[in-house]
C-alpha cells in the first residue's frame, strides 16, 4: 500500500471549494487526504466548513501568509505533500513556492490568459466578462508560480454566456464548472495522469 498524499488547502472565505475537495477526497480510496486547511480571514465561512468536516483547520494572518516561513513550517510539521488554492486572495510567496516546487494548484474563474491578474477574482472576474460582452467563460485550474494567474495551465471547461446573463448568472455556471471538475482535476494531477 502507497503511503497517504497529504493535501492542504488555502482559502479566504466561504469554503465551498474546499468543502467539495475535501468531502470528494473523503470518498475515495484514502491515497489522497485532505489533511488541514488555513485560513487568512479570521471570520472566513471556510473556518466552520473544516470544522464540519472534520478537518483541522488553522488561521494564519495575511502578514504570516505572505512571509510564509510559519506556514511552510506548519505544512512541513504536518507532512503536507500538495497545497491547494480554493478561493485564496494572496500571492503566493517564494519561499512556499521553494517548499512545493511544482505542488501548489490553484483555480481561477476565469479561461486564463483573459480576465487574470492582481484583483481579479470572484465577482470582479465576472463583471468583467459581462462588461465585455464575451459569449463564454469557465475555469481554469493551474499550477501555481509567482505570478498571479501565469502558471502553466492543466486544464480549462468552458462554460455559454448569454447575452442577458447577469455577472450573477456567470458566477453560478462557474460555481457548477467548479464543484464538478476541480476535485477530479487534483487527483489527476497528483496521480500524474492527464486531466
Known sequence: MSPTIRIAI????????A????EYFQQGDGRIVVDCILYNKKDAYIAQRAANLGVTSRYFPSSQFREGTAVVDYLRERKVDYVVLAGFLLLVPQVMLDA??????????????KYGGKGMYGSHVHEAVVAHHETES????HVVDNRYDC???LFQAVCKVEPTDTPDDVAQKIHLLEQEHFPVVIEKWIKNERP
Open 19 to 22: 468543502q467539495r475537495i475535501t
Open 100 to 113: 512545493f516546487p511544482g505542488r501548489i494548484v490553484n483555480i481561477h474563474p476565469a479561461l486564463l490568459p
Open 151 to 153: 502558471g502553466t495551465t
Open 10 to 17: 488555502l482559502g479566504s472565505g466561504n469554503g465551498t471549494n
Open 138 to 141: 469557465g475555469i481554469t485550474i
